[in-house]
């Protein structure tokens, strides 16, 4: 017997950096929503823990958040049996996707179902404090507003009533440096949850702002050219998301969204395409 679930990839809905902070990471308020693209779980009993990726390109080592939320439950909890985990992975990595953080976050839903641990939510947000500030949002799993270091959510419904397609530039974008290269500003022009609450998405254009793509772009000049490509297309908004490389374009009508979605296909680009309102499946299934 196993047990199957699925893990999904967010993106952010403007992102401002407030204040670098003594401890290396940055005060920041963005919001997450997510997006239809998925990677797939599949985690049944073995004489020994294992983990098996689609994509042999990603290591399976110490260095996996997947291993490492294992090893936080094994630390703290302790686990009676080892696991096999299957992941078919669909979420690029070094996109600003967040696949990384979901995995390890369905990686400690998972076991403590399975275990029948019975930690809540909050407990293994509390565990998951050392394996990445967007990881209490995939526990959650809940859209809203992300404070602090990104791991304070204040849950709102920001998913976009709109189609969402997103793509990755093939090119990965490096987190530490996006930030390093980023000039902190504490007063922000817009307050970002009246924006996304309260403002037109036609608006947000001009009021909804990451504040990490000037320095990203500088470095990833392709994410700069798929924004642009993205109004091309007719989308109402576009955006890098989190530290990038990947750039997302909201549009109004469904026939403009597919048209983008298709036209990105083309250039053999991985590309995906969200409904509007999509709320994600957070079911964790026994598969017989």
Known sequence: MSWIAESYAKINLGLHVL???PTGYHR???GFCFLEWKDKFEIEQASEMELELSDESIPTDDGNLINQAVSVLQRYVGLE???RIQVEKNIPAGAGLGGGSSNAALTLRMLNKIEELGLSNEDLIDLSRDLGADVPFFIRGKTGIGKGIGHEIEEIDIQPDLWIVTCFPNVQSSTPEAYRYCEPNPNPDFELERVLTEEDPEEWRYMLFNDLEQSVFQRVQVSGNLKDQF???GAIYASMTGSGSAVYGIFEQDFVAINAYN????????TNITRPGF??????????
């Open 28 to 30: 920041i308020e963005t």
């Open 81 to 83: 049996n080892n696991y």
């Open 279 to 288: 709320s994600p499946d957070y079911g964790i299934y026994r598969k017989e």
């Open 231 to 233: 109004y091309e297309f």
């Open 19 to 21: 204040e670098r902070l």
């Open 263 to 270: 036209g990105l296909l083309d250039l053999d680009l991985p």
